[in-house]
């Protein structure tokens, strides 16, 4: 769910682990798959609670919620059931089209993978296309400010809009239109969201990112990192990707990560500053 998220996260049972594996007499190999099991539910925790903030409104469905907003009718990004919890695979479809009806499209995200797994056949059967993607958390100290600056949103309006007339260019100015504004939403999802941009020659925004802060459970999120296709290759989007870094380690989010597309180059540009994959995410989606 690149550019669909996620604060308040839920507390992960960090030290449960540890007590357990102190009493059992666990093997160390035993403790790390037990740190990261509990890692990977503090960063679902974080995703659920932003999009339970991000949206308008919610719906329960079982194992999880539809995440809601009339304003951006056209967005999957605010208009899909998310699941994160233990759910019934074949029920699944007809959960997502009673709790997405009325809307044309239908997206269905699962956190956990075993689960995500389970459903690929029900929702495939149901016309529904899987994209996999990568929860990625940023290892070793965070670099020093790569130079970008936060921003305000009227001025990504532009170059966003641009954006994804190449990345959709036989989409309406409509979806476009809405692709852009629900930028606005994201600032409900946690209580410190900024826009972060580095900067052309002109002063114009080059490449940008979302950074989503929740110091109180030490967590960050970069989201939706894009350069403007005049501009790849120019090292922008390492300074943004650098200074959301450095932001967040000096608010207090020592776990900083992201969520790429499992099989696309940037993956590879992660991995070399410094991510690593903890987790995936099962996007559903038909139109």
Request: glycine share 10%.
């Amino acid at each position: 769910m690149p550019a669909t998220p996620p604060s308040g996260a839920e507390a992960a049972g960090a030290a449960e682990a540890f007590g357990a594996s102190g009493a059992s007499g666990a093997s160390d190999a035993s403790t790390v798959a037990v740190d990261a099991d509990a890692e990977l539910r503090r960063l679902h925790g974080f995703i659920a609670a932003f999009t339970r903030r991000q949206a308008a409104r919610t719906v329960p469905v079982p194992g999880g919620f539809a995440a809601l907003d009339d304003a951006y009718a056209l967005s999957h990004g605010n208009n899909h059931v998310l699941i994160d919890g233990p759910t019934d695979p074949e029920a699944l479809p007809a959960v997502a089209d009673e709790a997405l009806a009325g809307l044309p499209h239908r997206a269905v995200y699962v956190l956990d993978a075993a689960t995500g797994d389970a459903c690929a056949e029900p929702m495939a059967r149901a016309g529904y296309a899987l994209t996999r993607t990568v929860l990625m958390r940023h290892t070793g100290p965070a670099p020093a400010p790569g130079g970008a600056r936060e921003v305000g949103l009227p001025a990504l309006r532009g170059p966003v809009a641009a954006s994804w007339r190449r990345f959709l260019p036989d989409a309406p100015d409509e979806v476009v239109r809405v692709l852009v504004e629900r930028r606005a939403a994201r600032l409900r999802g946690t209580d410190d969201v900024r826009f972060l941009a580095s900067l052309d020659e002109t002063g114009e925004p080059a490449s940008w990112a979302d950074l989503y802060l929740d110091p109180a459970a030490g967590l960050a999120q970069i989201e939706d990192l894009v350069t403007a296709a005049d501009h790849l290759g120019r090292g922008h989007a390492g300074a943004v990707l650098d200074t959301a870094l450095h932001l967040a380690e000096r608010a207090g989010c020592p776990d900083r990560f992201l969520i790429a597309l499992a099989d696309d180059w940037p993956r590879r540009w992660y991995e070399r500053r410094g991510f690593v994959v903890v987790g995936g995410v099962h996007c559903f989606e038909r139109t």
